[in-house]
């Protein structure tokens, strides 16, 4: 069973990298397609924080994490280095634990 799902998840990836080879670079190249793709990474990042921040299973949590996280948005429009903002992210969320403040 799980030799099939790394063969299927094998040929998918390969048919996904040909398909990008197959479309027309002037496809890859019209403004809207641009836009697109310029902006899937901040989506799908913010999606992975969300699920990261507020799921635990299949429950909505609220916990230190929520704390972790209003923590680095303040770092970050204090305009702080990446490094500081998620050590501070990391400081608020395991001193609220380690207080017993938070889960």
Do not use: N
């Amino acid at each position: 069973m799980i030799w099939a799902a790394v063969i299927v998840g094998t040929a998918a990836c390969y048919a996904t990298k040909l398909t990008g080879a197959l479309i027309p670079q002037r496809t890859l190249e019209h403004p809207t397609l641009q836009r697109i793709v310029g902006l899937l990474p901040v989506a799908m990042l913010a999606a992975l924080v969300a699920v990261q921040t507020f799921a635990d299973d299949s429950a909505l949590v609220i916990d230190a994490r929520l704390a972790g996280l209003l923590a680095a948005i303040t770092a970050l429009l204090l305009r702080a280095p990446f490094l500081v903002v998620v050590l501070v992210a990391a400081a608020v969320a395991a001193g609220l634990r380690a207080t017993g403040l938070a889960t």
